[in-house]
């Protein structure tokens, strides 16, 4: 599977755009682009994934770039509850689900009021 | 849909006594994994199954440590004796077929004194 790399810590000011960046660059044709985020106590959430074409949903944007080496989830207007930490998973297979997800070390995004 | 259950969410034992976790993964989900999270260590996967047969068990610290899946609604991780060490958040998750969206439990925080 391919590697991926974060930032370890971001801050944000509450209802900004929250910008968060995954390095991916030995990312091959097949493996799809997931995000999770996991609130303090609590079991990781999915957000949203992609494989080549920028995604949107009710919980974010995921922009990833034309060569797939990298990608960027964008929470618009970021709120207290948005701080968390947050996953970038890369995998392959149907829909990427191929085996198991292993989680690195992520993002701690903190929120500031 | 209730989401993945597990129980029990707080457990606090002493050393060598052994301790069942218990899953209910979501109806007609055919993927169960358990994680295990402590600050050290970060979300280790332990062990997961597909159609109630274990495919990847290579994440289980040690023989003190076995899961069961005996039923497609039901799983259970025991730990046989119990060590202070094994003190951490334990988290079920389950998804269905063609897709990486985990769902995951609200977890098991097992204390061994």
């Known amino acids: 599977d391919a590697k991926t790399t974060q930032p370890p810590s971001m801050d944000c000011a509450e209802g900004r755009a929250a910008n968060l960046p995954c390095n991916h660059s030995t990312i091959s044709g097949n493996e799809y682009v997931y995000w999770y985020r996991q609130i303090h106590s609590q079991g990781p959430q999915y957000i949203i994934h992609?494989?080549?074409n920028n995604e949107t949903n009710e919980m974010a944007s995921l922009i990833i770039t034309e060569d797939r080496k990298s990608s960027t989830l964008i929470l618009p207007h970021a709120t207290l509850r948005d701080t968390a930490v947050y996953y970038c998973i890369v995998r392959g297979g149907r829909g990427g689900s191929q085996g198991n997800l292993i989680f690195g070390k992520g993002t701690k995004l903190s929120v500031k009021p | 849909d209730a989401g993945v259950i597990q129980s029990p969410r707080h457990e606090v034992t002493e050393m060598g006594q052994e301790v069942t976790l218990r899953c209910k993964p979501i109806?007609?989900?055919?993927?169960l994994f358990w994680y295990r999270q402590t600050m050290m260590r970060g979300l280790e996967l332990l062990i997961y199954f597909n159609n109630n047969v274990p495919i990847d068990d290579s994440g289980m610290p040690e023989d003190r440590f076995s899961a069961k899946m005996p039923n497609a609604s039901f799983s259970t991780l025991k730990i046989q004796p119990s060590e202070p060490r094994d003190s951490a958040v334990y988290f079920c998750?389950?998804?269905?077929?063609?897709?990486?969206?985990?769902?995951f439990g609200e977890g098991s925080r097992l204390t061994v004194l």
């Open positions: 992609g494989l080549k």
């Open positions: 998750a389950s998804r269905g077929q063609g897709t990486g969206e985990l769902f």
């Open positions: 109806s007609g989900h055919d993927y």
